[in-house]
């Protein structure tokens, strides 16, 4: 049997994936828009339907920023009311780690998992943005030292884990503390960022525990990944480099006693299509030229630079001043870690290309695509996950909420076809989807 892939839907909305001029594109607020894209990816026998977070409107030179979604709904409670119009799929939640308390949140996922029959999953992410935190009574941010990473294992004596570690195993341990037939226990935890103690009020899980996902590409969200997720949400832009990525995250897994398979690994990508490739690569071009306007490359630009650059020219060069990498021009999204050595990337690009500003900004900020005939993508595909590039794919589409109807009524029925998709679901959890074992009961 060929390797099975694995896809997930993101519901689009957040930076400039969307493309908001198209008359199809609806409301990123209204129940009927989540409700549209769950149901067609459960049609397509998707397993999760995946939720960004934002929480805060970011701001671009003291506005709000152009590319932002304004108003976004909290994830959980509308994974909850998805809950009630799907069957099968999984329901993923983005919740950050920084500004939440293991207590409550693990109940509130435990209560997803229940009200779901076993189908939640937790996207845990954290933040560094003391802008973010004035929305919060701590206020302020962890250190970027106490972002998710393990700069060691328990297991071998090295540092302990840092806050998002800790918050993921203090959860399991509230997960834990109903045993299997359904008898509470006292929990007790004490360590570098918790020290709490009491009953949990949610019984095991029908998964046990739901699903983590860990997005990051970093040394440290890798490591966090291998040690602690059973998927993480990833980007890469060719072929062989999913290749090394996927071989460098396998290869972590032994030291943390756990199995390759154990770790899913799915790129979040974009598709479009067209009756022939060629038709495909005009109707791609014509999305990125709606998804770059020339304010928005402009917005790109900036956001490296730190510096005001409205009086340059979209169609004109690159600018020839350095990044400032102290500038606060940009909040509430975290900046690139080097602008200095991205602004460098981007004039190397640029210059090898002869492209100007937007030209650039749209080459540069483009995520992987799988563009061309409905045949082409699936094999494209069916090749990322055969040569080990990935395990399966996150679904972007540029169209809110009908982004996906395309992909699940041409390239599905294609890759069914081909034995590397199902054609039924054959469990009802999300770890059943993801062939991920239920965790073993910890007393």
Sequence with gaps: MPKQMHLAAHFPGVNSTTVWTDPRSRSQIDFTSFEHLARTAERGKFDFFFLAEGLRL??????IHDLDVVGRPESLTVLNALAAVTDRLGLAATVNATFNEPYELARRLATLDHLSDGRAAWNVVTSSDAFTGENFRRGGYLDRADLPQVLGSARTGGTPYTRAAEFVATARELWDSWTPDGTSRPFAHSG?????????TVPRSPQGHPVVIQAGDSGEGREFAASAADVIFTRHGTLEAGRTFYADVKARLAKYGREPGDLKIMPGVTVVLGETDAEAQQNAAEIRHQQ??????ILALEQIWGRDLSSYDPDGPLPDIDPDPGSSLVQGRVRVADPLAAAAKWRALSEAKGLSIRQTATEATARQSFIGSPATVAAEL???VTAEAADGFILVPHLTPGGLDGFVDQVVPILQESGVFRTEYTGSTLRSHLGLARPAWKS
Excluded at 58 to 63: L, T, V
Excluded at 192 to 200: A, L, P, R, T, V
Excluded at 292 to 297: E, G, L
């Design 192 to 200: 570098q960022h918790f020290d709490i103690s009491g009953e949990f």
């Design 292 to 297: 770059v306007s020339p304010q928005n490359a």
């Design 58 to 63: 970011r701001e671009h030179n003291g506005r």
């Design 382 to 384: 069916e090749r990322f």
